[in-house]
């Protein structure tokens, strides 16, 4: 099986940064493309990046281009996908996910996602 594990997250004022990561153990071969989530209080899901497997070809929501950055390091037994975020708005508060396992780079639809982290909180003032 895999587990994915969030860490990163915390309280950061209006304009500045966080680095998000997930590290993915066990059986990583399932992991295929990654994604970010997040849901803000009240709110539903929101898709917010997207990777493909190899780290190559990556995918953003209209309200993080240019903001976010996601990247992915593999290794032998363990992945661990970044999600850089920086000018960062009060907006962008909401507890953030890692997914992996979907077979489509960048979806967007939680249902082509495996496995999911605990999420991290992230909170801009």
């Known amino acids: 099986d895999v587990q994915l594990v969030e860490s990163g997250g915390g309280s950061v004022q209006a304009g500045g940064s966080l680095r998000l990561s997930c590290v993915a153990s066990g059986y990583t071969l399932s992991t295929r493309c990654r994604g970010w989530f997040r849901q803000a209080p009240g709110k539903g899901p929101e898709w917010v990046s997207g990777?493909?497997?190899?780290?190559?070809?990556?995918?953003?929501s209209e309200s993080v281009k240019g903001r976010f950055t996601i990247s992915v390091e593999n290794a032998a037994d363990e992945v661990t996908v970044y999600l850089e975020m920086g000018s960062l708005k009060p907006d962008d508060t909401a507890m953030y996910y890692c997914?992996?396992?979907?077979?489509?780079?960048?979806?967007?639809?939680?249902?082509?996602?495996?496995?999911w982290g605990q999420g991290t909180q992230v909170t801009v003032s």
């Open positions: 990777i493909n497997r190899s780290g190559t070809t990556t995918f953003y």
């Open positions: 997914a992996a396992g979907s077979w489509v780079a960048g979806s967007l639809y939680e249902h082509d996602y495996n496995y």
